[in-house]
């Protein structure tokens, strides 16, 4: 005959501290492959099409913005979301940009 085995637990403290590490290290895990998958959402998107503008003489992004106003199929609320994005999308700091450099546009 078969006897029936029985885990007896002998300290509850230890097997709920146990348990809890197991989910704190799997929280941990769970966060950092998340972090590693959101950073590539301020890389150029695959599906976004771009328009390559080259900066001239006296160009500003507003002013290059406002020459393809047409072109932007995006749904944006005011040409300042648009200067915004183009700034991002193109990592302009103080919104220098100098003749020769070339601009992506977004457009859908």
């Known amino acids: 005959m078969k006897k029936n085995k029985r885990i007896v637990i002998k300290n509850k403290f230890r097997l709920l501290s146990i348990i809890f590490v197991i989910a704190l290290i799997n929280m941990g895990i769970t966060t950092y492959s998340l972090n590693g998958s959101t950073a590539k959402a301020n890389s150029l998107d695959d599906a976004t099409e771009y328009l390559n503008v080259y900066v001239d003489t006296n160009d500003t992004v507003w002013s290059i913005v406002n020459e393809n106003l047409e072109n932007i ?12 994005n183009v700034i991002e999308v193109n990592s302009i700091e103080n919104g220098k940009i100098v003749p020769g450099d070339v601009v992506l546009i977004p457009l859908r």
């Open 73 to 84: 199929e995006l749904n944006y609320r005011d040409i300042r979301d648009v200067v915004e």
